[in-house]
């Protein structure tokens, strides 16, 4: 809310993966690049009177198009070297949403997930069937390769078993221990507020490598990958899939927030709990429906980037934020 | 908990799914039967110092083997007329959980969720990635035929598409509406209590008749389609899929409880809350950790049973419990 006029200021966030990212220059670069350039697409969306909806929908196209992150294009291979994508979009008016899991040769699962949220009585749709359901659409089916970047291979050769994608990526680690050389990368989301008062949220990725075939994550499942109700804001998650269904993250996000803790206090709460809880690690982004901003992580690095106001805000590492102008 | 020796009471409930069942004396035998037949086998694991996860994977698998119910053997047929279940199983110690999606050809889909949990580092497996891992754990498969009922066939034939299914079981009705006739049923589940503080629940179900094949609904994700946490309790699930999705409705309970409300206040609270957010009908099974039981439903019928301190608790229709005495 602007305070001044009382109306409601568009706000756009988006992350590009909670993992325990090495120090790498071009890694940060590519990864911190990639976030700034998905959330102005989203702010576009919102600025020009779009919904949070569609602002969020826009905004994870923007992720899953570029090769650097895991989902869509440079989605992580599975244990058979496949690739097998998860992701899911929801509006917080009617909590109407849509979801596809272990999808494969569709360039845009986001956008799947949106068509099973518009177009059907479903709103999560798996496998065989959800690939029926996109030659239904007319969604084209894109050769498998077209998906699979260097650095996906790459990676599966480096990490031969997915119990050791999750040590190297996810393990809780003392402070001043050593983050384990790797070329990971991990789910992209992206919440909004819009100026009518709807917040929506959207999740996308290609899962961990050498997971098994069929296996699926946090990321479409409503409350897991994600939540949004315009009551209360909006969530979207990043980070150990397992782990984060287990104690539900997104949802537990939400009530925080409904007992009146701030976008802030309830991500870093949640992240806390499942740390504690769970004993794994993970990041979140949020957004209040009064437009406050939380995002918190357990991991090394998050890339993350938000814009309100004409204000990109960004980041990587803990405690960092970097500002800039920025006007559609 | 036992107020006169400090010891903790096992405690078991099963469901055999909340809908309009219309009021037919066979059916309504048929059903009540079922659920007392299941909650004796779980309880009796109970009292025989088994766990609450061993007592509700045996209850469930007791459902599943049950023509009458919809999970298993006399799952519903999708669109294409094929069967495609899921299931999913938790313990409340540490959060551990394994599921299974959109599988086919098994007959105990609980029991594979239950290897999920056990033999995997994931939580949730569909499609032909969880038929995979049937196969590598010696898990049978069963050809469709053996799980398809005369009742399954003619309930698809009567009722043609997915809409029409959601309509006659879960839409909400005013006093005095008629419930619709149809030979319809729907998801099992169980929550139990063991004596050493342990919850756990199970949820298996064929979901709902003329879905699209690939369509998972609520009852294998963590959250909606049930939850448990030694530190509060355990609940499971059944009614509209997509709309306890929507609102995460065990989870939503968990809530509740964690608030302070009673068993029972926080399933009525949350089956209200999923009325008027989201217009759509379930019902709930639950068990706070100090022995508390609650269950709830807005459908016109739901069986189940509950045992706990050698007493057998069930019934059909709203506000209706009949007891008797059962001993091992």
């Not at 940060?28 to 779009?50: F, I």
């Not at 998906?147 to 050791?164: F, G, I």
């Amino acid at each position: 809310m602007d305070d001044t006029t009382g109306e409601i200021t568009p706000t756009i966030l988006v992350h590009g993966g909670a993992w325990a990212m090495p120090d790498e220059t071009e890694l940060a670069e590519t990864n911190v690049g990639g976030v700034k350039a998905a959330v102005k697409v989203g702010y576009e969306v919102l600025v020009n009177g779009g919904s949070a909806v569609d602002a969020v929908e826009s905004a994870v196209r923007c992720l899953e198009d570029n090769p650097v992150f895991n989902a869509g294009h440079g989605s992580v291979l599975n244990s058979l070297k496949e690739v097998e994508m998860d992701a899911v979009i929801m509006e917080g008016d009617h909590l109407n949403a849509g979801a596809v899991a272990c999808v494969q040769n569709i360039a845009n699962p986001d956008s799947l997930a949106r068509l099973v949220m518009d177009k059907t009585d479903h709103v999560l749709l798996v496998g065989q069937g959800a690939n029926m359901f996109a030659t239904e659409m007319g969604v084209p089916s894109v050769p498998m390769e077209t998906l699979v970047t260097p650095n996906a291979v790459k990676r599966r050769e480096e990490m031969k078993t997915y119990n050791q994608a999750i040590k190297k990526q996810y393990e809780i680690r003392k402070i001043d221990e050593a983050v384990p050389v790797q070329t990971g990368h991990d789910t992209v989301g992206a919440v909004a507020l819009d100026s009518k008062g709807n917040v929506a949220f959207a999740t996308s990725t290609g899962g961990i490598n050498a997971k098994r075939p069929g296996r699926v994550g946090d990321s479409p499942l409503i409350g897991s990958g994600g939540y949004c109700d315009n009551r209360v804001g909006a969530v979207s998650t990043t980070g150990h899939g397992e782990a984060i269904m287990k104690v539900c993250l997104a949802k537990h996000i939400m009530q925080y927030m409904e007992q009146g803790y701030t976008a802030q206090e309830a991500s870093d709460k949640a992240i806390q709990y499942m740390t504690d809880r769970v004993q794994s690690s993970g990041g979140v982004i949020t957004v209040k429906n009064n437009g406050e901003i939380g995002l918190s992580f357990s991991t090394e690095r998050m890339a993350w980037a938000s814009l309100q106001s004409n204000t990109l805000n960004y980041g990587l590492n803990p405690d960092e934020k970097s500002s800039e102008k920025y006007t559609i």
